[in-house]
Protein backbone atom coordinates (compact mmCIF):
# COMPACT_ATOMS: atom_id res chain seq x y z
CA UNK A 1 0.00 0.00 0.00
CA UNK A 2 1.11 3.57 -0.84
CA UNK A 3 2.61 5.08 2.77
CA UNK A 4 3.27 8.98 0.67
CA UNK A 5 1.25 10.76 -2.32
CA UNK A 6 3.32 13.48 -3.63
CA UNK A 7 0.06 15.21 -5.59
CA UNK A 8 1.08 18.24 -7.90
CA UNK A 9 -1.87 20.18 -9.67
CA UNK A 10 -0.57 21.38 -13.27
CA UNK A 11 -1.49 24.52 -16.02
CA UNK A 12 0.76 25.03 -17.99
CA UNK A 13 3.77 24.50 -16.05
CA UNK A 14 6.39 22.78 -18.90
CA UNK A 15 8.82 26.19 -18.24
CA UNK A 16 8.75 25.20 -14.26
CA UNK A 17 8.22 21.10 -13.99
CA UNK A 18 11.63 20.12 -15.35
CA UNK A 19 13.00 22.67 -12.52
CA UNK A 20 10.50 20.38 -9.61
CA UNK A 21 11.29 16.86 -11.14
CA UNK A 22 15.22 17.48 -10.97
CA UNK A 23 14.18 18.60 -7.63
CA UNK A 24 12.40 15.74 -6.34
CA UNK A 25 14.92 13.23 -8.53
CA UNK A 26 17.77 14.17 -6.21
CA UNK A 27 15.91 13.22 -2.59
CA UNK A 28 17.74 10.02 -1.39
CA UNK A 29 14.72 10.16 1.63
CA UNK A 30 12.05 8.56 -0.75
CA UNK A 31 13.87 5.79 -2.22
CA UNK A 32 12.97 3.70 1.54
CA UNK A 33 9.69 5.28 1.54
CA UNK A 34 6.27 3.89 -0.28
CA UNK A 35 5.64 6.72 -3.13
CA UNK A 36 3.85 7.33 -6.05
CA UNK A 37 3.92 10.97 -7.89
CA UNK A 38 0.18 11.78 -9.22
CA UNK A 39 0.34 15.07 -11.26
CA UNK A 40 -3.06 16.29 -12.58
CA UNK A 41 -3.39 18.04 -15.98
CA UNK A 42 -5.84 20.86 -15.82
CA UNK A 43 -8.34 20.85 -18.42
CA UNK A 44 -7.45 23.97 -19.70
CA UNK A 45 -3.88 22.95 -20.48
CA UNK A 46 -2.56 23.89 -23.78
CA UNK A 47 1.04 23.54 -23.85
CA UNK A 48 3.36 20.73 -23.11
CA UNK A 49 3.55 20.19 -19.78
CA UNK A 50 2.20 16.28 -20.01
CA UNK A 51 4.81 15.11 -22.16
CA UNK A 52 7.42 17.18 -19.71
CA UNK A 53 5.65 14.63 -17.24
CA UNK A 54 6.04 11.29 -18.81
CA UNK A 55 9.33 12.35 -20.51
CA UNK A 56 11.32 12.88 -17.19
CA UNK A 57 9.76 11.23 -14.76
CA UNK A 58 7.51 7.90 -16.57
CA UNK A 59 6.91 6.32 -13.60
CA UNK A 60 4.21 9.10 -12.20
CA UNK A 61 0.73 8.82 -12.85
CA UNK A 62 -1.41 11.15 -14.53
CA UNK A 63 -5.00 12.45 -13.87
CA UNK A 64 -6.79 14.77 -15.65
CA UNK A 65 -8.96 17.26 -13.98
CA UNK A 66 -12.24 18.09 -15.78
CA UNK A 67 -14.09 21.12 -16.24
CA UNK A 68 -14.96 22.28 -12.51
CA UNK A 69 -17.59 24.89 -11.81
CA UNK A 70 -15.65 25.99 -9.29
CA UNK A 71 -14.87 29.70 -8.58
CA UNK A 72 -11.30 29.23 -7.79
CA UNK A 73 -9.84 26.86 -10.53
CA UNK A 74 -6.57 26.23 -9.10
CA UNK A 75 -8.37 24.82 -5.49
CA UNK A 76 -10.74 22.54 -7.74
CA UNK A 77 -7.56 21.11 -9.09
CA UNK A 78 -5.43 20.54 -5.98
CA UNK A 79 -8.57 19.37 -4.91
CA UNK A 80 -8.79 16.95 -7.72
CA UNK A 81 -5.14 15.28 -7.41
CA UNK A 82 -5.57 14.97 -3.95
CA UNK A 83 -8.55 12.63 -3.78
CA UNK A 84 -6.98 11.04 -6.96
CA UNK A 85 -3.94 9.75 -4.95
CA UNK A 86 -3.71 6.74 -3.11
CA UNK A 87 -1.07 7.65 0.16
CA UNK A 88 -1.94 7.75 3.89
CA UNK A 89 0.32 10.63 3.64
CA UNK A 90 -0.48 13.60 1.35
CA UNK A 91 2.34 16.14 0.30
CA UNK A 92 0.52 18.96 -1.78
CA UNK A 93 3.04 20.61 -3.79
CA UNK A 94 3.22 22.78 -6.68
CA UNK A 95 4.52 22.63 -10.34
CA UNK A 96 6.57 25.95 -9.74
CA UNK A 97 8.79 24.56 -6.88
CA UNK A 98 12.36 23.90 -6.10
CA UNK A 99 12.37 21.24 -3.30
CA UNK A 100 14.38 21.00 -0.04
CA UNK A 101 14.88 17.16 -0.11
CA UNK A 102 14.42 17.34 3.93
CA UNK A 103 10.67 17.90 3.93
CA UNK A 104 10.82 13.89 3.21
CA UNK A 105 13.06 13.11 6.25
CA UNK A 106 12.02 10.44 8.86
CA UNK A 107 11.65 13.42 11.75
CA UNK A 108 9.17 15.15 9.73
CA UNK A 109 6.83 11.96 8.46
CA UNK A 110 7.13 10.98 11.78
CA UNK A 111 5.05 13.85 13.17
CA UNK A 112 2.11 13.17 10.73
CA UNK A 113 2.84 9.19 11.20
CA UNK A 114 2.51 9.46 14.69
CA UNK A 115 -0.91 11.45 14.42
CA UNK A 116 0.55 14.09 16.76
CA UNK A 117 0.03 16.41 13.79
CA UNK A 118 -2.40 17.01 10.95
CA UNK A 119 -0.80 18.54 8.86
CA UNK A 120 2.75 20.57 8.61
CA UNK A 121 3.63 23.30 6.22
CA UNK A 122 7.12 24.08 4.66
CA UNK A 123 8.95 27.50 4.41
CA UNK A 124 9.72 28.98 1.11
CA UNK A 125 11.76 31.70 -0.34
CA UNK A 126 10.72 33.67 -3.69
CA UNK A 127 13.56 33.37 -6.33
CA UNK A 128 11.69 33.87 -9.96
CA UNK A 129 13.72 32.52 -12.24
CA UNK A 130 12.55 34.02 -15.42
CA UNK A 131 13.35 37.32 -14.19
CA UNK A 132 16.57 39.66 -14.90
CA UNK A 133 19.25 39.74 -11.67
CA UNK A 134 19.24 43.42 -11.87
CA UNK A 135 16.18 44.75 -11.79
CA UNK A 136 13.15 46.58 -9.97
CA UNK A 137 11.38 42.50 -9.68
CA UNK A 138 14.54 41.28 -7.77
CA UNK A 139 14.51 44.13 -5.03
CA UNK A 140 10.71 43.28 -4.56
CA UNK A 141 11.08 39.74 -4.27
CA UNK A 142 14.77 40.32 -1.89
CA UNK A 143 12.43 42.53 0.37
CA UNK A 144 9.63 40.20 0.97
CA UNK A 145 12.07 37.75 1.79
CA UNK A 146 13.52 40.29 3.76
CA UNK A 147 10.33 41.07 5.92
CA UNK A 148 8.78 37.12 5.88
CA UNK A 149 12.40 36.22 7.45
CA UNK A 150 11.77 39.62 10.36
CA UNK A 151 8.04 38.55 11.25
CA UNK A 152 8.65 34.59 11.50
CA UNK A 153 11.25 35.76 14.16
CA UNK A 154 8.54 38.66 15.97
CA UNK A 155 5.90 36.06 15.41
CA UNK A 156 7.93 32.81 16.23
CA UNK A 157 5.66 31.12 18.46
CA UNK A 158 2.72 30.99 16.39
CA UNK A 159 2.12 28.56 13.17
CA UNK A 160 2.39 30.16 9.59
CA UNK A 161 -0.11 28.93 7.46
CA UNK A 162 2.29 28.08 4.13
CA UNK A 163 0.81 26.77 0.92
CA UNK A 164 3.32 24.26 0.71
CA UNK A 165 2.21 21.45 3.04
CA UNK A 166 1.38 17.69 4.14
CA UNK A 167 -1.50 16.33 5.81
CA UNK A 168 -2.59 12.60 6.58
CA UNK A 169 -5.70 11.78 4.85
CA UNK A 170 -8.15 11.25 7.62
CA UNK A 171 -7.44 14.84 8.77
CA UNK A 172 -8.52 15.91 5.00
CA UNK A 173 -11.13 13.71 5.22
CA UNK A 174 -12.51 14.99 8.02
CA UNK A 175 -12.39 18.85 7.81
CA UNK A 176 -13.71 18.05 4.05
CA UNK A 177 -11.18 18.88 2.00
CA UNK A 178 -10.29 21.98 0.20
CA UNK A 179 -13.04 24.25 -0.49
CA UNK A 180 -14.01 26.86 -3.61
CA UNK A 181 -12.62 29.95 -1.32
CA UNK A 182 -9.52 32.36 -2.12
CA UNK A 183 -6.42 31.33 -0.36
CA UNK A 184 -7.50 28.13 0.15
CA UNK A 185 -4.84 26.38 1.25
CA UNK A 186 -5.03 29.24 4.69
CA UNK A 187 -8.52 28.25 4.97
CA UNK A 188 -7.47 24.49 4.92
CA UNK A 189 -5.19 24.94 7.57
CA UNK A 190 -7.35 26.96 9.68
CA UNK A 191 -10.13 24.49 9.38
CA UNK A 192 -7.63 21.63 10.24
CA UNK A 193 -6.55 23.53 13.66
CA UNK A 194 -10.26 24.43 14.10
CA UNK A 195 -11.13 20.93 14.43
CA UNK A 196 -8.93 20.17 16.89
CA UNK A 197 -5.76 18.83 14.69
CA UNK A 198 -2.07 20.09 15.28
CA UNK A 199 -0.35 22.11 12.45
CA UNK A 200 3.62 22.90 12.78
CA UNK A 201 5.09 25.79 10.14
CA UNK A 202 8.67 23.74 9.77
CA UNK A 203 11.12 26.55 9.19
CA UNK A 204 14.33 24.45 9.32
CA UNK A 205 13.67 23.90 5.34
CA UNK A 206 14.25 26.49 2.64
CA UNK A 207 11.74 25.67 -0.57
CA UNK A 208 12.29 28.12 -3.24
CA UNK A 209 9.49 29.35 -5.03
CA UNK A 210 10.28 30.25 -8.71
CA UNK A 211 7.79 32.40 -9.56
CA UNK A 212 6.92 35.01 -7.46
CA UNK A 213 3.22 36.63 -7.56
CA UNK A 214 3.75 40.43 -8.08
CA UNK A 215 1.67 40.61 -11.18
CA UNK A 216 -1.58 43.02 -10.96
CA UNK A 217 -3.89 40.26 -11.23
CA UNK A 218 -2.02 38.70 -8.41
CA UNK A 219 -2.03 41.51 -6.28
CA UNK A 220 -5.95 42.27 -7.12
CA UNK A 221 -7.07 38.48 -5.85
CA UNK A 222 -4.27 39.07 -2.29
CA UNK A 223 -6.77 41.87 -1.85
CA UNK A 224 -9.72 39.94 -2.51
CA UNK A 225 -8.62 37.02 -0.50
CA UNK A 226 -7.90 39.80 2.52
CA UNK A 227 -11.07 40.94 2.65
CA UNK A 228 -12.80 37.34 2.51
CA UNK A 229 -10.99 36.32 5.14
CA UNK A 230 -12.11 39.56 7.53
CA UNK A 231 -9.29 41.50 7.32
CA UNK A 232 -9.29 45.28 8.53
CA UNK A 233 -8.42 48.05 5.88
CA UNK A 234 -5.65 49.44 7.93
CA UNK A 235 -4.29 45.87 8.17
CA UNK A 236 -4.31 45.69 4.31
CA UNK A 237 -3.53 49.07 3.57
CA UNK A 238 0.00 48.66 5.54
CA UNK A 239 0.60 45.15 4.54
CA UNK A 240 0.53 46.59 0.51
CA UNK A 241 2.44 49.22 1.26
CA UNK A 242 5.49 47.13 3.09
CA UNK A 243 5.03 44.63 0.29
CA UNK A 244 5.23 47.25 -2.61
CA UNK A 245 1.82 45.87 -3.70
CA UNK A 246 -0.82 48.73 -4.49
CA UNK A 247 -3.21 46.95 -6.41
CA UNK A 248 -3.75 44.71 -3.13
CA UNK A 249 -5.98 47.57 -1.98
CA UNK A 250 -7.83 48.01 -5.17
CA UNK A 251 -8.92 44.17 -4.81
CA UNK A 252 -9.71 44.57 -0.90
CA UNK A 253 -12.02 47.33 -1.78
CA UNK A 254 -13.53 45.60 -4.86
CA UNK A 255 -14.49 42.87 -2.80
CA UNK A 256 -15.84 45.11 0.30
CA UNK A 257 -18.16 47.10 -2.11
CA UNK A 258 -18.90 44.81 -5.30
CA UNK A 259 -18.28 40.80 -3.96
CA UNK A 260 -16.29 40.28 -6.55
CA UNK A 261 -15.28 37.02 -5.81
CA UNK A 262 -19.34 35.58 -6.64
CA UNK A 263 -19.39 37.39 -10.14
CA UNK A 264 -18.03 35.92 -13.18
CA UNK A 265 -15.09 38.52 -13.47
CA UNK A 266 -13.31 36.48 -10.69
CA UNK A 267 -13.14 33.40 -13.21
CA UNK A 268 -11.29 35.16 -15.80
CA UNK A 269 -8.97 37.69 -13.78
CA UNK A 270 -7.66 33.92 -12.57
CA UNK A 271 -7.18 32.63 -15.43
CA UNK A 272 -5.45 35.41 -16.61
CA UNK A 273 -2.90 35.20 -13.94
CA UNK A 274 -4.06 35.88 -10.41
CA UNK A 275 -3.99 32.83 -8.25
CA UNK A 276 -1.81 30.78 -10.19
CA UNK A 277 0.36 32.99 -13.23
CA UNK A 278 0.11 29.62 -15.00
CA UNK A 279 -3.97 30.13 -15.68
CA UNK A 280 -3.29 32.07 -18.83
CA UNK A 281 -5.41 31.02 -21.23
CA UNK A 282 -8.84 29.49 -20.95
CA UNK A 283 -11.90 31.59 -19.28
Known amino acids: MVEVSIAVPVFNEEFYLPFFIGSVRRCRQLRSIDHEFVFSIDYGTS ?67 SGRFGAVSFRY ?38 GIFAFRRG ?18 LSRV ?12 VDILHLRAGYSRNRQLLQGITKARLGYSFPYTFLGAVLHLKPYQVVGYLAEKHYGMFTAESYRKVWRKGGGNEGYLKKT
Open 47 to 113: DRSEEVIRRYMPEARVVHHPRSSWRNPGAANFDFVVRSSLGNIVYALAPDLFIDCRIFDSGVLDLLR
Open 193 to 204: EGAGFRHLYVDW
Open 171 to 188: VYEAVGGLRDVPSEYDDF
Open 125 to 162: WNYTVSKPVLSFFRFREAWDNFLKRILQGVWKNRNYHS
